[in-house]
């Protein structure tokens, strides 16, 4: 601290390398991913939420984690409270945070509002074929690259139109170069078709959904033993595929012993922090905790109601002596 003014105290100032001229606009989350699969030292981590609310949404961009993902397909979001919550992650962490949007497959006004609201990656849940990518590209990219309808309400001209790209008046550039698409394979179909969808250039990462493809599969797997060989194979298929293609894995881990692994599987993006898990657990170990002190007082009062008085032992040992 100084007292100097806020421009010339550099060490409180925020790098943010991949925002956007414009923090209501899409982080560089393409970018981030290409470098972070050139350099695994730049893998980016974040985390996962499922709690539609702006308020855990701020608490959580404050920490400035590299993204956010929001489930929306899973977290029960309206309209407004995404749009809000995107806006929140990115200014409150000061252009630091970008965010990841998971929507339902075939939901056209979530996936309008996450792109309005500056989202920078969006996830295609139940990618079964290449078609199914290519219907997305559609509803993601402005012109030329695909269709999507321009939202006069996302800027003002004059006032926050910037953009980092020449002749983009509209932003337009901004999005089409900055969000990326993310193709989660969740079933025994999409794994077939993994070679094809894997190889178009509209394809920015991947990510397994677990649950979803045993459950397609008929594999009984559970997270508390080891994997079955079908789902090992599986993955295997997944992962040497995205290696082939240079494709980055975007995903989650749930816990320090599980970043190892991932990373040598090639995952680029993990969410390192799941928010309902998060709270979860942290009540049930403030809880777990509580009841050990709870347990060793009582313990303790107990033990010493038992015990004789200072004097009664005293008494004891003098008789004794006597005798």
């Not at 056209?108 to 997305?136: C, N």
């Not at 045993?214 to 290696?243: C, K, W, Y």
């Not at 993990?270 to 050990?292: C, I, Q, S, Y």
Request: net charge negative; charged share 20%; aromatic share 8%.
């Amino acid at each position: 601290m100084s007292d100097l003014p806020f421009p010339q105290q550099p060490q409180f100032h925020t790098t943010a390398d991949y925002r956007a001229a414009v923090l209501t606009y899409p982080g560089n989350f393409r970018r981030a991913l290409q470098e972070a699969q050139k350099d695994p030292k730049k893998t980016l981590l974040g985390v996962a939420q499922g709690i539609p609310s702006v308020f855990v949404t701020k608490v959580m961009a404050s920490a400035k984690p590299d993204f956010i993902w929001m489930d929306v397909e899973h977290g029960i979001f309206d309209r407004s409270t995404l749009y809000d919550a995107i806006h929140a992650a990115q200014h409150h962490s000061e252009g630091k945070t970008m965010v990841v949007v998971r929507v339902p497959k075939h939901d056209e006004v979530s996936l309008s509002t996450a792109l309005d609201a500056g989202a920078s990656g969006i996830v295609i849940p139940h990618t079964d074929s290449a078609q199914d990518v290519l219907d997305k590209v559609k509803d993601v990219f402005y012109p030329p690259k695909g269709q999507r309808s321009f939202s006069p309400w996302t800027f003002t001209p004059g006032i926050s139109n910037q953009s980092l790209y020449a002749n983009d008046e509209w932003n337009m550039k901004s999005s089409n170069n900055h969000v990326c698409l993310i193709a989660q394979i969740e079933s025994v179909e999409g794994l077939k078709n993994l070679e094809e969808i894997a190889a178009l250039p509209e394809v920015d990462g991947l990510m397994f959904g677990p649950g979803d493809y045993s459950a397609d599969a008929g594999i009984n797997f559970s997270l508390a033993a080891p994997p079955p060989q079908e789902f090992i194979d599986a993955m295997t298929r997944f992962v040497t595929i995205a290696h082939k293609y240079n494709k980055p894995l975007f995903g989650g881990a749930q816990g320090p012993a599980m970043i190892p692994i991932l990373l040598q599987q090639g995952y680029k993006a993990l969410a390192v922090t799941f928010d309902v898990w998060g709270v979860a657990n942290m009540v049930k170990d403030g809880m777990g905790e509580a009841r050990k002190v709870i347990h060793k007082i009582a313990d303790d009062a107990a033990a010493a109601a038992a015990a004789p008085a200072e004097g009664e032992k005293k008494e004891v040992v003098d008789l004794n002596e006597k005798a």
